[in-house]
C-alpha cells in the first residue's frame, strides 16, 4: 500500500506564502508524475502543477509565476511552494502521484487566504 502525507497548509493573507510538502511512502517502484490539485467549494478539481520524473513541470495559468512545484526522489516527496497568495487560491489542496499505473491521493489539506 502507498501512503500519500501532507503537510503546510494553513491561513495566510494575501500576498502571504506557503509551502506545501506531500511525502509519499509504502511498497513504491518508481513515482512517474507527482501533483498537486486544488479544489474550492463548489468547484471542479483542477490541477495546479505537475512535475515528472525527468523534471518538466507544468502549471495553471491562473498559478504561473506564482507557484513552483519541485521533487526530491530519493525522499519521495514533492514541494508546492506558493508566494503572493490570493483570496482566489483558497481551497482543499491535494497532492497526487503516479507510480506505475496506479494513481494515489493523499488526504487533501486546506490554504486559506484572507483579504
Known amino acids: 500500500q502507498v501512503q500519500l502525507v501532507e503537510s503546510g497548509g494553513g491561513l495566510v493573507q494575501a500576498g502571504g506564502s506557503l509551502r506545501l510538502s506531500c511525502a509519499a511512502s509504502g511498497s513504491i517502484v518508481s513515482i512517474n508524475f507527482m501533483g498537486w490539485y486544488r479544489q474550492a467549494p463548489g468547484k471542479q478539481r483542477e490541477l495546479v502543477a505537475g512535475?515528472?520524473?525527468?523534471?518538466?513541470?507544468n502549471y495553471a495559468d491562473s498559478v504561473k509565476g506564482r507557484v513552483t512545484i519541485s521533487r526530491d526522489n530519493a525522499k519521495n516527496t514533492v514541494y508546492l511552494q506558493m508566494n503572493n497568495l490570493k483570496p482566489e487560491d483558497t481551497a482543499v489542496y491535494y497532492c497526487?502521484?503516479?507510480?506505475?499505473?496506479?494513481?494515489?491521493w493523499g488526504q487533501g489539506t486546506q490554504v486559506t487566504v484572507s483579504s
Open positions: 512535475i515528472t520524473s525527468g523534471g518538466s513541470t
Open positions: 497526487n502521484i503516479w507510480a506505475g499505473p496506479h494513481s494515489y
